[in-house]
């Protein structure tokens, strides 16, 4: 399957400010996250719905559906309606179904962390991370298993001038050698849930601007994560990791962020250019099943290109 084949915004957004006509929008905290209502997602949608939907995720960054009842073939089908699909390496797709993760811990996992459990933008380490992630529920735990989001357009806003500053001028090294080398390979074998390949290709670097330009609301925004984010260009280890401890600490303070209980068939979309993300590991002795999408992105802007 080709990526460039298609285009990476197949229908854009409903225009800013735009009335919302064919699905409602209700925010679910101060910073960012909004239910969108009133559609069936396994439906075939037109593209005035499409617009608007993807409009809501550009003023919301992460946009939930509750009580949807998607097969894999129609998560996709949904996914694809926002740009083609971003590769997903390391991770075995659900059989049958290569464009869908299956993001699973069973209940006699007992572990500290689960899949996604530190901070981050989703494969931030490719040289075109992903736009958009799709996370629909099959299964939840009674308790915990929570996401979190955290806004990194109000996190870098929320730095002073002379930060911002200095930050507009760096590049962030990324790389997935801290989650998917082989070093690794031990703690993901500990999931039964979900099958990994590590390997050697995980140690590669990618440079990334510290503070991205939104492809599509030219808006400005941290992208460095605790998970990807390994070092600095130009910088000695021990220069770049107070600086970026510093923005760690600070991209995911609690008013940047939002926070949703999963129920069976609720689905999020997020938005990896703006937003970071982490998953609450607290739900041991119960298990916990969704479906992921991933949709392509571009390579990120920096402010002075
Ligand atoms: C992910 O990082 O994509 C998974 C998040 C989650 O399972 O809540």
Known sequence: MSVAAEPLIPIPAASRGHDYRRVTVAPIAG???????????????????????????????VVFFRGQRLAPEQQVAFSRRFGPF?????????????????????????????????????????????????????????????????????????????????????TGIHSAVNAYSPKMQPIHDAFSGMTVRTDDGANAVQQHPVVRVHAETGRKALFVNVQYTIGLDGFAPHEAKPVLDFLFAHSVRPELACRWRWEVGDVAFWDNRCLQHMAMADFTGHRRAMHRTTVAGEAPAAVHA
């Open 86 to 170: 971003s590769p997903v390496p390391f991770i075995e797709p659900v059989a049958g179904h290569p464009e869908v993760i299956a993001v699973v811990r069973e209940a006699e996992e007992s572990q500290e962390f689960t899949f996604g459990s530190l901070w981050h933008s989703d494969f931030s380490f490719l040289p075109q991370p992903p736009f958009g992630s799709i996370l629909h529920a099959l299964e939840v735990p009674p308790y915990g298993g929570d996401t979190l989001w955290a806004n990194q357009v109000l996190a870098f806003r929320s730095l002073s001038p002379g930060m911002q500053a200095m930050l507009e001028g760096l």
């Open 31 to 61: 910073a960012c996250g909004a239910v969108v209502g009133g559609i069936d997602l396994a439906t075939d949608l037109d593209d005035a719905v499409i617009a608007e939907i993807r409009r809501a995720v550009l003023d919301h960054q």
